[in-house]
């Protein structure tokens, strides 16, 4: 595999370090975490990462799967296109939504996924030059600011940097707590994109010009159309047999802690390491790695979600000293410091 840091990076080409900053409520200045060589973090652009992931491997793309059948001797999946596979283990990474799991627990998703009462609108803008500089200022890879006073919270952050260096994808999204966000006659599920940037602009009107810089930047064009209802999953347990779940098929939280993919990734090599030397045939053998597997996989999973759908929330009432959590490290004072971009040919 290519070294999984340099073909991931979200700042490449910007010789900058990951980081992210947190601007919480009575607390002077900035916290966060940042990569350093005893505490690294890689924050991986999800393209590339699919591209890294993808290394060796024959994808075959566009194979929807519609159903599966399981029992002690094997598994075969159906899908949409009306071929299908057998084999000894199935896996089911397929997200929030995933057929897999609903089709292994006999379950609708939309009676396992919780709502999370936060109503979202969600911006993406390309930044240049100065404008670029000042984002990366407030965090290189993304940053959050509380604003309690105005009942809401924002998360800013790098998409990718661009080829030029000095230049940048940024996305935001500004979330104010709504327990009545699911309610299919929710304002944000008809305005147009005009009326939510609308929105954003009178909420964010009293913060400081830095924080409402993105805001101001981004045309209605870059308003996310569809409206965004954040869901998350807690499962007790899962049955072990021959069909597997991971990732958020397993444990699906909101991204205020950044854990999803971590935790997808860290199921990904505990499974394979417990599976490896299991023989296919050996039902008793597999049901008893699978069962290894799950017991650790929704402990983790489970906690994650939890401290996830916690953690804005939180910062509300937490105090100043209190511990604050981001990339899986703890956050300590991060100094303001400007930042020269240097223009590639
Ligand atoms: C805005 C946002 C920011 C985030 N930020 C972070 C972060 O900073 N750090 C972090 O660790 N995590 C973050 N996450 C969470 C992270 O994206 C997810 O936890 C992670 O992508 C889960 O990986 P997965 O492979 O389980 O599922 P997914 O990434 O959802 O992949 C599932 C795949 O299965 C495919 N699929 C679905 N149904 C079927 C089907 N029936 N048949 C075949 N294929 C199917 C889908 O097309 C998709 O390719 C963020 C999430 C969001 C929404």
Redesign the pocket.
Known sequence: MPDMKQATDHLQPIDLPCQIGLYYPGRQGRVGVQDTPENPIIRAERLRLRRWLSTNIDIQWN???KSINHNDQGVQVFFQDGSSAKGDILVG?????S?VREQLLQTPSSALLKTVPLAAIIGEVTLHGDAFKRQLELGHSAYIYVAPDLGCWMFGGLHHALPDGVSGKHYWMLMKPDPTVADPNHWLQTATQQEKLDYALALVAKLPPKFREIYEATPASGIKQESHVWRDLELESLPAGRVVL????AHAMT?FR?????N?LIDSMKLAKILAGVDGSDIDAIKKAVEEYNKEMLERGVEAVRASRGEQSAQKTKSANAKVMSAGQEARVLPEREIVLTARG
């Open positions: 194979k929807h799967v990474a397929d997200g929030i939504n057929v991971l990732g958020d098929a991204p950044g854990e999803g993919g971590y997808a």
